[in-house]
Nanobody, 121 residues
Framework: VQLQASGGGLVQPGGSLRPSCAAS????????MGWYRQAPGKQRELVAD???????NYVDSVKGRFTISRDNAKNTAYLQMNSLRPEDTAVYYC????????????????WGQGTQVTVSS
């Protein structure tokens, strides 16, 4: 399974971005999809995740500002980020728990390559 993340960039405080993460490969099904971030000198943290049925979970610091969504038909997750702050600056990684079929069924966790989000004036 390959996860292709895109949509990061440089934005001023208060601005918005909407990165996306598209999964491809020998996918049978995708369970939870999530976005994580890692700032310089800090550990990677979960930002938000979403189940196939749409149940969402957010870290407290982004509640009310970020919205995670997914299109199951396209195996794609999105992260709408509004009211961005300098402390949101990080590399954002997408993650997917997927089941693949290659002669048998295999469950594993997959990571995208990361997309840089920089919030600065």
């Amino acid at each position: 399974v390959q996860l292709q993340a895109s949509g990061g960039g440089l934005v001023q405080p208060g601005g918005s971005l909407r990165p996306s993460c598209a999964a491809s490969g020998s996918i049978f099904s995708i369970n939870v999809m999530g976005w994580y971030r890692q700032a310089p000198g800090k550990q990677r943290e979960l930002v938000a995740d979403i189940s196939p049925g749409g149940h969402t979970n957010y870290v407290d610091s982004v509640k009310g500002r970020f919205t995670i969504s997914r299109d199951n038909a396209k195996n794609t997750a999105y992260l709408q980020m509004n009211s961005l702050r300098p402390e949101d600056t990080a590399v954002y990684y997408c993650n997917a728990h997927a089941i693949t079929y290659k002669g048998g069924y295999y469950a594993d966790s997959y990571w995208g390559q990361g997309t840089q989000v920089t919030v600065s004036s």
